[in-house]
């Protein structure tokens, strides 16, 4: 089900963690009811962007990041690939060097904002209900209710899909897309929209690799021919090996606290 | 979908009744199956002035060029080498429209 197509019947709700902390119900589309069939017909030019309207949110919600000096990265894979738990183990890095918040989408529940939260980062998760994707308008709600101080790394991490999400632009300045050697090294020819649209790709849960049949070369050559301007990061959150690469990146990013 | 209610929304606005046709440009390189579109499409214009209307897409062929020779060729997929030098540093001149071109109604 996916609400691109409205084939879903739920509305996204915004929630931070813990009960009774819904902060947003008011989510829908709207339905008109004209007909009167028996007249002349006209034709009429619309040229308008089907995404126009999302892309407009998410110009919105880039200037007020940027009003704050909110660095925003998008993080999107499949799910499974292991982007809560990078971010877990990220945040108890990053914390206390620089202001760090998370605003967490999936399509049910509050668990992975309950994890952000036990690490002490101020968090609010998106409830998509049936949608497979944030788009601009739930993240300017989640922004202005998280309200993430002034110079934070804000991390969005997406509903796990390698597809829908490479469309909408939520106002973030990077794209960060995460790739577990769990999955196909061929990843990045069957989901090329996502790889295109990403600036850095995270090869995930590195570990792994003895145990699996994933060509890492193969993988950054087949994702560098879609996207050659594409950064990489090899890394396993679980044992740490590469993290520091990773984190010296995203100390880089933006004005660190008092700067 | 939003292209449902740009239509409805510019129908209603001309002061149409009943929407008979939307025309939508999808490009080669836009990301949507236009299967899919057109599958969708009478299940989400129900109970809309777009009710019964004809889905008229518009098929626009990707094209780019390369950023190391400027070479312009068509591209089939989101990924392609430049024909004549072989770069992969490629900037998409068309194929990722997607738009609703016009729209005819009834008033």
Redesign the interface.
Known sequence: MCD????GSGTPIIVKPGPDHHLDHDYG???????????????????????G?NNKLAAENRAWFKARGIVVLNLVSSPGSGKTTLLEKTLLRLKEERSVAVIEGDQQTQRDATRIEAAGVPVIQINTGSGCHLDAAMVLRAAEALNPSEHSLLFIENVGNL?CP??FDLGEDKKVVILSVGEGDDKPLKY??MF?AASICVISKIDLLPYVDFDVAACRQYA?????GLRFFELSAKTGVGMEQWLDWLRGLGGAIGS | ????????T?A?E?G???I??IE?EVGRLA?VMVE??RF?FS??TL???A?GAELRIIDTPAEAECMECGTKFAME???G?CPSCGS??LNVLKGRE??????????
């Open positions: 691109s197509c409205n084939c589309g709207h339905v008109h009811h004209l007909h009167d069939l028996d007249r002349g017909s006209r034709s009429i030019r619309v040229e308008e962007e089907v995404l309207l597809v490479a469309m090329p929209f295109h560098g021919s879609i996207n050659p | 979908m939003n292209i449902v209610d740009i239509a409805c510019k209603t001309a149409g009744t009943a008979r046709e939508v990301g899919s579109l969708c299940a989400v109970g809309t002035m009710e997929s989101c990924w080498r992969l540093r997607l738009r609703v071109l016009t729209i005819t109604f009834d008033e």
